[in-house]
Every structure is written in structure tokens, then in C-alpha cells.
């Protein structure tokens, strides 16, 4: 196995493998085999006995029931859980059958191994799973509430985001053949939803690709559910950084968003400026006299003629007051120019030009 290989296949790209100790993880991995998992792939059928549990490190995987008629999908898992629970619970065999929705990769570990497994590490990989098991009862509560209580556009955003998260990427493949398991409902329906959030500006939709193209309006059409269920995901199973051999980023894993309110001084409103905010504000007394002073200075001085600039008193002197935002006055001394008998424009330095605009404004005579 190639050292890229040896990264793909990762245990640590799995959340309950990756919430192990390293000396416990790496005693499973030598009953660990990677599989690829194209889509539609059985991983176990009802009333037939489960030979081998599986832990996803990439794609989408559904429960599902057969109904009297269509079949309608309980829970999906992704690389956050375990395909096999009844193995762990020591249940019998299964009522629903397990498929892989969305193509991925998937470690493999025989069921009587991990029998063995179990009851060698009994006491930190039982809690692991006990883990999962919470968090994927969490999911199987919220989906029956969802699925009884919100619309069917907020369901669909709600799988998307899910999907999305288990990918790893704003672009997957999607059918609405899948769509319409998952929303239980006819494809004709399908493509009105997904029409709708792709008016919306939330996704793209073309032969049988989804893209996310703003999730956070995508997010503000889902229903409560996603956050949710992403939150006890996260608190059984808190997020890391992972890196391939080469050191680049797997996937950066972050922890449930958490809002800070912002403090304010007490009997301040909110919205009012502050200290800072009004010494930043630009005086609006001072922004339109400047611009006036700027172009009487140009009229008088820059376009003015020689002879003008040459008549002009040779030495200026004195302070003069120049206004500032805050309000205060600035001293600032007038700069003496140095008389010149030729005849060409002396353009005068900015600290006197300031002097004479200021002169200029206020009517004062300068000295």
C-alpha cells in the first residue's frame, strides 16, 4: 500500500474509530480491509443474518424500510457512525436492509471479529459506541418528528447539508431516485423542490449532480433538525484536523458553532456609537469648507499668473488657528518663504498654503 493509499484509508477519517486511544486503534486495523462502495451496494438485507460491520470514511449510506408499497429511508449514515448496530446491541437479524446512497469508501471488519473485538476492548470501544448509538437515536427521533411536521423543502435542505458534511465537498452526485427515498415522495415532486432552492440561488442541479452554491441560504431553508443533529454528532464525537502523509489538510473538522455575545459599556444602546466611533466620525463642517478652500486655493494660486504669484508678501508670519475635528484648536506656525527674484510661480510649501486657507476662510489678516 502506497503512502497515498495508507491515507485514504485512514481509520482516523472515521469519527468512532478516530475517538479511540492509538494503541487501541491500531490493534483493530489489522482486522480493518478497505472497500469501495459504488452506489446501490447491499451491506445487509432484512431477515438475513449481518456477516460484516463497516465504517464509512467517505459517502452516504441509508437504512431503509420496505413499506406495502415504496421504500422509505429511517437514517443515513456517513463517516460520523457505524453500518452494522444490531451487531453491537447483540440483536438479531435486521428488519431493514443497509445501501450505499452516495458512492465512498468504507473499512471492513467481519462480524465474528468484532464480537471478538468487543469484548477484548470492552471497556473504551463499548463507550465509543454507546456513543454513537445516542447520537444515531438522536437522528432516528428528529427524522420522525421531521418528516410528520416540516415541509418538504426544508427536509431536502436538510439532507443536503447532511450529505454535503459527509462528502466533504459542495459537489456530489445525487439521483432522484434517492431524492425521492429520502423525501418520501414521487420524483415528479423531486425536481419541483430542488427546482425551487436552485431559484432560490442555493444549489445546481443537472444529471444527477448536486452543487452547493450558498450554504448559508441553504442552511436558512432547512429546518432546525440539521443543527441539531449536528450538535450531538459533534458533542459524542468532537472534530479534528487531519492530514495526509504529504501534510496536506484532509478536511478540517470543527466543533459546533458557538456564539459569543458581544459586551457593551451599561447605559449604552445598542447601535449607539461609542467613544471611538465618534472621534473616527469625520466633521462634516470641516469636509465641506475644505473642498471650498480647495478650489478658491486653485482659482487664486494654482492657475494664477506669475506677476500675481511675485506681488504675493515675501515673508509670512504669526500663528494662525486651523480646526480640527475633535473641535480644538491647532497651533500651527506660519513657514517663511524665501523671496526670489525671478520671475516664474514660487508655489508656496503645504503648512503655508494651509496658513493662507485657514486666513482666507476665517477673514483674518495675516501679518
Known amino acids: 500500500m502506497t503512502g497515498s493509499e495508507a491515507g485514504h484509508h485512514d481509520p482516523r477519517r472515521n469519527r468512532v474509530l478516530a475517538a479511540l486511544s492509538d494503541r487501541d486503534r491500531d490493534q483493530l486495523a489489522g482486522n480493518l480491509t478497505a472497500v469501495d462502495m459504488p452506489v ?10 449481518i456477516s460484516a460491520v463497516y465504517f464509512p470514511l467517505l459517502g452516504v ?8 408499497g415504496p421504500t422509505v429511508e429511517v437514517v443515513t449514515v456517513g463517516d460520523e457512525g457505524m ?10 437479524v435486521p428488519t431493514e436492509r443497509a445501501i450505499c446512497q452516495v458512492e465512498g469508501l468504507a473499512l471492513r471488519m467481519e462480524a465474528d471479529v468484532f464480537r471478538h473485538e468487543i469484548a477484548i476492548l470492552d471497556g473504551p470501544f463499548q463507550a465509543v459506541l454507546q456513543r454513537y448509538t445516542q447520537s444515531m437515536f438522536t ?12 415541509q418538504t423543502r426544508q427536509r431536502c435542505a436538510r439532507w443536503l447539508l447532511m450529505t454535503a458534511d459527509r462528502m466533504h465537498s459542495d459537489q ?11 423525501l418520501a415522495m414521487r420524483r415528479s415532486s423531486v425536481s ?3 427546482g425551487a432552492l436552485a431559484d432560490d440561488g442555493c444549489i445546481r442541479y443537472s444529471r444527477g449532480s448536486i452543487t452547493v452554491l ?9 429546518c432546525s433538525c440539521y443543527r441539531v443533529i449536528r450538535d450531538a454528532t459533534d458533542a ?24 459569543t455575545p458581544q459586551r457593551r459599556p451599561a447605559g449604552r444602546r445598542v447601535g449607539s456609537p461609542g467613544p471611538m466611533d465618534q472621534a473616527r466620525r469625520p466633521d462634516p463642517w470641516r469636509r465641506e469648507n475644505c473642498s471650498r478652500l480647495s478650489a478658491d486655493h486653485r482659482a487664486a494660486h494654482v492657475k494664477a499668473p506669475a506677476r500675481e504669484l511675485a506681488s504675493a508678501p515675501a515673508v509670512l508670519t504669526g500663528v494662525v488657528q486651523v480646526g480640527c475635528s475633535t473641535g480644538d484648536a491647532q497651533r500651527r506656525p506660519a513657514v517663511r518663504r524665501r523671496p526670489s527674484a525671478s520671475p516664474r510661480p514660487i508655489m508656496p510649501s503645504p503648512s503655508s498654503r494651509c496658513s493662507q486657507l485657514s486666513a482666507l476662510f476665517s477673514g483674518t489678516k495675516l501679518a
Open 40 to 49: 446501490g451496494t447491499a451491506l445487509y438485507q432484512p431477515g438475513e443474518p
Open 61 to 68: 449510506f441509508s437504512i431503509l424500510t420496505d413499506l406495502d
Open 83 to 92: 453500518i452494522g448496530l444490531p451487531v453491537f446491541l447483540g440483536a438479531g
Open 139 to 150: 437522528q432516528l427521533a428528529r427524522n420522525a418528528a421531521c418528516n410528520r411536521s416540516h
Open 172 to 182: 456530489f452526485p445525487l439521483t432522484q431516485e434517492f431524492l425521492a427515498q429520502m
Open 192 to 194: 419541483e423542490v430542488a
Open 214 to 222: 450558498d450554504r448559508d441560504r441553504l442552511e436558512t431553508n432547512a
Open 236 to 259: 459524542a464525537f468532537p472534530r479534528t484536523t487531519l492530514r495526509w502523509p504529504d501534510g496536506s489538510v484532509v478536511r478540517q473538522r470543527c466543533t459546533a458553532r458557538q456564539r
